[in-house]
């Protein structure tokens, strides 16, 4: 088949450091690519790939610091060589990777093209109430054909045309398994306050824990830099609560590796936590609140513990020993499969046909 992969332009692909969505895009193209299909990646010029590359400009907007208009002029342009492409040589099947309420701009394209197109939701459904415009939005093309990453997020008030569930996978190449601990508890993530590091942070202190922190701080949006200044960067001693910055994928697994457990306490409910799935793979235990995707990710008592609050994540952490780490290891190569997640990819594209 002739496949389009339309990613974010705001990272690379793969990305150098935090980015799921872009992660689960360049595994399924470079999947796709090895089983003999033509696929086109739509992605930042510095995308390293196997596909063919289409990119409207050299490098990731994260690294230009380009102000909205052209980071919207680049989207636009996008648009136009995806057009371009499909007239020149129709694509069977155009597979969106949404993951920013930008990327809105895609379904008008999707009206305007006599081509099957697909749009994977890489993020949470907008709520009514919050977000109205971009609930207005997505509910008026909400007949469309959608693919969810987690069957929570399907569970939304605003019913789309799911077509299929689909889960993420890893790259267990890179976050390979460690048998053997080590002595401090991880956090990995973008520092914002819906993904808890506070909580994470009192709950090592509270146990006299050590953990290592491996995040981004974000500077351009005002709420996390806030908290990071008041309610984080306070509380790093560099002793117990340990800081490393943002860390490569290569960096991050061997920080994993090496963990007792993987601390989650999330704020929010995440559509797919592919973190938790990258700890698992390495044989890291998660301790996770019970929000969004978790109970789908990590199975209870078997591979972490699901938590409702600080109080039994800390009993989780005194306990969590209990947890062999192959079983952990073993439940990401059995449900969250590279080849898995392309085979599905593969036969849903092959039924719009």
Known sequence: MKIAQISSLWFRVPPVRYGGAEMSTHLLTEGLVKKGHEVILFASGDSLTEAKLIS???????????????????????????IKANNEGRFDVINFHLSLWSDYVYFLVAKQLNTKCVFTVRYTI?????????????????????????????????????????????????????????????WVGSIHPYKGLHLAIGAAKQTKSKLVIAGKINKSIPIAYDYWLKEIYPRIDGKQIIFKGETTRKQTAHLMSHAVAFLNPIQWDEPFGLVMVESMACGVPVIVFDRGSAQEIVKNKKTGFIVKNCEEMMTAMKNVTSIKRYDCFKHVSDKFNINTMIDNYEKLYSSLR
């Open 126 to 186: 907008p709520d009514k109430k919050k977000l109205p415009l971009e609930y207005q939005m997505l509910s008026n093309y909400k007949n469309l054909n959608f693919v969810s990453i987690s069957k929570s997020q399907q569970r939304s008030n605003l019913k789309l045309n799911w077509i299929a569930n689909i889960y993420n996978s890893v790259d267990q190449k890179i976050y390979t398994y460690n048998g053997n601990k080590g002595d401090y508890f991880l």
């Open 56 to 82: 409207p400009y050299p490098i990731h907007f994260e690294k230009t610091h380009f102000d909205y208009a052209s980071e919207q002029s680049m989207v636009y342009l996008n648009i136009h060589n995806l």
